[in-house]
């Protein structure tokens, strides 16, 4: 199967796995697995915005970082800028928070709530260099589309 194949495949899944779901826990839980399963990376997680940090959400991988304050690390810097990033070297990204040794590329999408507000970011790590590329990006990025909705808290 092709990458582009397997990301489609991927993205339904993700699609059925949220329909009809609105809890944030389980959502986050069940995408991550089938982000960490399909793909085989290194670490794939949600962390989620808690005031002006990022705390640590449902993942798959090996312990990491609770906190990570706005503009620190790639996450930090994702959250600040709302967009996506892609890091072909960590060590080479000013400030990167090395929260396993063995990463050595990464990527960060943020979750966006209907008002535009960043919900979320999802951030998935590799131990090799320069793994994600425009493909990568373009799935993940539809992957957080469909999960910001069912992360969202309901309006007062
Ligand atoms: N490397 C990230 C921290 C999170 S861990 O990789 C799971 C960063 O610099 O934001």
Redesign the pocket.
């Known amino acids: 199967m092709t990458k582009e194949q397997t990301y489609a495949l991927l993205v339904e899944q993700v699609r059925s796995l949220v329909q009809g779901e609105d809890d944030p826990v389980s959502v986050m839980a069940n995408v991550a697995a089938a982000i960490h399963t399909t793909l085989g990376f290194w670490?794939t997680?949600f962390y989620v915005v808690r005031g002006d940090e990022l705390r640590l959400g449902p993942f798959q991988g090996p312990v990491?970082?609770t906190r990570?304050e706005r503009g620190r690390?790639?996450?930090?810097t994702a959250l600040e800028r709302g967009s996506t990033i892609v890091v072909p070297d960590?060590e080479q990204?000013p400030g990167?928070?090395?929260?396993?040794s063995e990463?050595r590329s990464?990527i960060?999408v943020p979750l966006r709530g209907s008002d535009g507000r960043v919900l979320a970011v999802l951030?998935i790590?590799s131990r090799q260099l320069a793994t994600f590329d425009d493909t990568d990006r373009r799935h993940l990025e539809a992957i957080a589309s469909i999960v910001a909705p069912a992360i969202e808290p309901p309006r007062q």
């Open positions: 670490w997680g990491a970082c990570i690390g790639v996450c930090g960590v990204f990167h928070i090395a929260c396993s990463s990464e960060v951030d790590d």
